[in-house]
């Protein structure tokens, strides 16, 4: 089956411009997290679905992200006015359902470059 | 700092040697995760520990827990080629809620 998908796999845009990035988890799949992963280094928690539940937002590190799931399925992450330090791969992963007793399901991510 | 945190950051190996990496993390636990990350793109869930299990294996993977020391090791065995990548660690912890925190990661080499 269809495993998690994101898109676009590489964007590069000016500093100052807000970004979309799109998030397809695994169907059925009720948890959907937003990491994020400079180079070399490990995830960076950013946000965290689960089902009609609030999200957990406590790893945003600004009030210039924030993210969305419509319908309990597909997410957009969305970064407004970038910052050269936005630059990472930003990496979304499912899972069955919440917690760290499931595992993770990551899609291939998404490389932003904030020239 | 990170909760879990692996020990060593890079290893190099020859093919068909074992390749061993440790994660020590901070507060108590209810699962300890390995995934596996090839070209810095999605991770590949590998295993999964309890805070109840002492040692798990899978094929060539060997993963031990040590609450008491709050740390885990992973164990390849006869590495292969295929096994270059970044190892990481993820806990829960009591305080994180249904977030996993992830180590900095082990970056293996295994040469031909």
């Known amino acids: 089956g269809a495993g998690v998908s994101q898109s676009p796999s590489n964007k590069v845009t000016e500093k100052g411009k807000d970004v979309e990035l799109r998030c397809d988890p695994i169907?059925?799949?009720?948890?959907l997290y937003w990491y994020r992963q400079s180079l070399g280094q490990g995830l960076e928690f950013l946000i965290y679905?689960?089902?009609?539940?609030?999200?957990?937002k406590s790893g945003l590190p600004s009030d210039r992200f924030s993210a969305e799931r419509t319908g309990g399925s597909v997410s957009t992450l969305t970064i407004q006015r970038t910052q050269q330090e936005d630059s990472a791969v930003y990496l979304c992963?499912?899972?069955?359902?919440?917690?760290?007793?499931?595992?993770?399901?990551f899609g291939p991510g998404t490389r932003l470059t904030v020239t | 700092s990170q909760q879990g945190e692996e020990d060593p950051q890079a290893l190099s190996i020859q093919e068909g040697e074992n390749a061993t990496m440790n994660c020590s993390y901070k507060?108590?636990?209810?699962?300890l995760q390995w995934y596996r990350q090839n070209s810095g793109r999605g991770l590949v869930h590998l295993i999964l520990?309890?805070?109840?299990?002492r040692e798990k294996h899978s094929g060539r993977l060997r993963v031990t827990l040590d609450t008491s020391k709050k740390s885990s090791s992973l164990l390849i065995t006869a590495s292969r080629a295929a096994d270059t990548a970044s190892y990481f660690c993820?806990?829960?912890?009591?305080?994180?809620?249904?977030?996993?925190?992830f180590g900095g990661g082990t970056r293996v080499l295994v040469k031909p």
């Open positions: 992963a499912s899972s069955l359902v919440g917690g760290s007793s499931y595992e993770q399901y």
């Open positions: 169907s059925g799949h009720t948890a």
């Open positions: 679905f689960q089902g009609n539940s609030a999200p957990d």
């Open positions: 507060t108590s636990i209810n699962n």
């Open positions: 520990i309890r805070s109840n299990e």
């Open positions: 993820a806990t829960d912890g009591f305080a994180a809620g249904n977030k996993l925190t």
